[in-house]
């Protein structure tokens, strides 16, 4: 299998640089197809009722999926997945998903630090319905 690189040139990115926001819409039937692939079948993901039953506001995305967001914002942005060397967040909010509608996650990104060996580290911003949903969130990425 061949090798992929990033498509981002590390000479063409400074620390302070701002990243393209992008908005990700999410569905419940996202959220039941990674239930599927992560085996989380926990009912406060899919089924409102049991949701609101134990006191949250409605269906909420699994902390994992809304991590991944975060991973696919940095992996579009390099061009390559495999760039990602390091990833990590801390969860600070619920993504709520109305069944009318779903929600959306908006990301960005700004270049906190260039290293050695053509890496840079991604501060990411994840907001839904205004709410921060993710923090303390970087990624390190071997650019091009």
Known sequence: MPEMTATVKYDEVEVGQELPARTYKVERLDLVKYAGASGDFNPIHWNEP????????????????TMAQGGRYVTDWAGDPGAVID??????????????????????GVI??????????????ARSRGEKVLTRAKATVRLA
């Not at 967040?89 to 960005?108: A, D, L, Q, Y």
């Not at 630090?113 to 911003?125: E, G, R």
């Open 112 to 125: 906190e630090d260039k290293l050695d060996d053509n890496a840079v580290v991604v501060a990411l911003t």
């Open 50 to 65: 049991f949701a609101k039953s134990v006191g949250l506001p409605d269906v909420i995305a699994h902390g994992m999926f």
């Open 87 to 108: 990833y990590g967040v801390r969860f600070s909010s619920m993504v709520v998903v109305p069944n009318e509608g779903g929600t959306e996650i908006e990301i960005t």
